[in-house]
């Protein structure tokens, strides 16, 4: 609705609108059959499609990606790319654009479709979300975290000057297609990476799913999720989407789904060990267990149950080259990103939430302390 008023000094034209926000989240079995349409959703009777495939994908299912779109005659350029933490980029955005200047993309009736794990989903949807103001992207995860994290959300991104995710957009998806088929072939060291963002919302806000990981999360580690764990899959998705659906552009700084994500942004950039995202995430979850009981938040037996099932189904809990001044320097960073304040997601129980403001470095320092005598010896 256009309104205008003048006060004497100025006159205001007030643009007031909303933006509806849909998209689906498919889940599926064998994306690549040839009689599975699900990938070409949104074709609008378009017969061509842009694809941009992680290389290591694209080397194992290269065949069965062509025989795909040639069966339902659709004539596809499928760009191979590098898509690491340390490549996610403008260079990368820069020469996926350049690329789809070349295809000749049509911005409404051909989605771009990202086949790859988060780093991937994040840049490629970042091209699309600003290639032409905007072009529809389907995003088909091939990652556990993808899956269950960064195919399902509105978010995209590029690092930028040694910042993780920097410079980015909130865009949805066209559509997500979820095909757990992809993970039969995932090295184990990333589908532990997406059990460490499963972990994550468990102990914060899911005590049912901590308890589901417990009892069944080792097997089903085991099984790559492919066929089991299911249970688990689908209730961390729901409680992603739960917790993102009401608060998509991030207008309340204070999310659930940022506990992980206080402490490790900078030891993740640090590109120790060339670290994954789900393992820094894990490292920061641990600490801030002990840092929640140090607070009285959660109680010893808490913690020891919570840090024991995490190491039992193998996910880091100690990092080596994590410092006391890396993390406090994590801590401002996130502060600015919060808009001033802190917001720092912690345990107040088990599966229970509170947000703290009043962190201080000596408590910070205090803590590490604890979590290198508990743990330190695990990593050495």
């Not at 034209?13 to 959703?41: C, F, G, I, K, Q």
């Not at 865009?171 to 992809?182: G, Y």
Request: hydrophobic share 45%; net charge negative.
């Amino acid at each position: 609705m256009l309104t205008s008023r003048s006060n004497g000094f100025h006159r205001v034209w007030e643009v007031r609108t909303s933006r509806a926000v849909s998209y689906d989240v498919r889940e599926t079995t064998d994306a690549l059959h040839p009689s599975n349409p699900t990938m070409l959703v949104g074709s609008r009777g378009s017969s061509r499609r842009f694809v941009v495939v992680d290389e290591v994908v694209y080397r194992s299912r290269s065949e069965r990606l062509h025989d795909y779109f040639a069966h339902h005659g659709i004539e596809a350029k499928i760009m191979p790319v590098a898509a690491t933490e340390p490549n996610k980029t403008f260079e990368l955005y820069f020469a996926i654009a350049r690329a789809l200047d070349g295809f000749k993309l049509n911005r409404r009736s051909e989605p771009i479709i990202a086949i790859g794990g988060g780093v991937l989903s994040d840049v490629v949807s970042f091209v699309a979300s600003t290639y032409r103001r905007g072009a529809p992207c389907i995003r088909v995860p091939t990652t556990l975290m993808g899956l269950i994290d960064a195919a399902i959300g509105i978010k995209t991104a590029v690092n930028f000057d040694r910042a993780k995710n920097r410079i980015g957009t909130f865009e949805p998806p066209a559509a997500a297609v979820l095909d757990r088929q992809w993970l039969s072939t995932l090295p184990m060291r990333h589908v532990l990476n997406g059990v460490g963002e499963m972990m994550k919302l468990a102990l914060i806000c899911d005590r049912p799913q901590f308890e589901l990981l417990a009892r069944d999360g080792r097997e089903a580690i085991d099984d790559r999720f492919v066929t089991k764990g299911t249970s688990i899959f689908r209730n961390a998705i729901d409680g992603m989407l739960q917790e993102l659906e009401p608060n998509l552009w991030e207008e309340n700084l204070e999310r659930a789904t940022d506990f992980g994500h206080t402490f490790s942004p900078m030891l993740e950039m640090a590109d120790v060990d060339g670290l994954l995202h789900g393992e820094a995430v894990a490292i920061d979850c641990a600490f801030s267990v002990v840092l929640a009981w140090q607070r009285s938040m959660i109680d010893a037996a808490t913690r020891d149950r919570c840090l024991g099932v995490m190491v039992d189904l193998g996910l880091p809990v100690f990092h080596r080259l994590a410092t006391p001044e890396m993390f406090w320097a994590s801590v401002e960073e996130r502060t600015a990103h919060r808009d001033g304040y802190q917001r720092v997601p912690m345990m107040a129980g088990l599966g229970r939430c509170e947000f703290v403001n009043d962190l201080t470095y000596d408590e910070l320092k205090s803590a590490f302390a604890v979590w290198t005598e508990l743990f330190g010896r695990i990593a050495a």
